[in-house]
């Protein structure tokens, strides 16, 4: 069973301690960095990831203040924890969270760097489909709810 739970007092110090496998370290800035980052964009979410009690992911969410769209800013799952389906069971449940929101958007941006082929076929299976490179090289994906 997997759930998203908000980041606070007791759970965000080991959110610092997820890590991704050495070869994806490269393609996203560290929870700690990005917990951080959040405090100075309150209309962000940040979720922690539980398969049952378990803490294996992270993911940062929320209304890009550019474009006034929804953009999934991070998204992880710990090494350990990969590769069991639990990424597309998370990827869902935002997809959900962001749909139900009273402020939601038709369209849910991502970004991704193109030799993030894992995140590149994870984001296709639960729906998300390549619009082409962004101007900082990464590429862009949108889900729509239309």
């Not at 606070?8 to 994806?24: G, P």
Request: with cysteine; charged share 25%.
């Amino acid at each position: 069973m997997i759930s998203l739970r908000s980041i606070d007092q007791n759970n965000w110090e080991a959110c610092t301690k997820l890590k991704v496998k050495k070869d994806q370290q490269g393609f996203i800035a560290s929870n700690l960095y990005s917990i951080a980052e959040s405090k100075f964009f309150p209309h962000w979410k940040t979720k922690a990831i539980y398969w049952e009690e378990e803490l294996i992911g992270f993911a940062m969410y929320g209304i890009d203040g550019d474009d006034g769209n929804y953009w999934i800013y991070r998204f992880m799952i710990d090494e350990q924890f990969q590769g069991l389906g639990h990424g597309k069971s998370a990827m869902k449940l935002i997809i959900q969270d962001i749909e139900s929101s009273e402020d939601r958007t038709d369209i849910i941006w991502l970004g991704y760097d193109p030799d993030n082929e894992q995140g590149r076929k994870l984001y296709a299976r639960v729906g998300f489909q390549e619009s082409g490179m962004a101007s900082w090289g990464e590429m862009l994906a949108k889900y729509s709810f239309c």
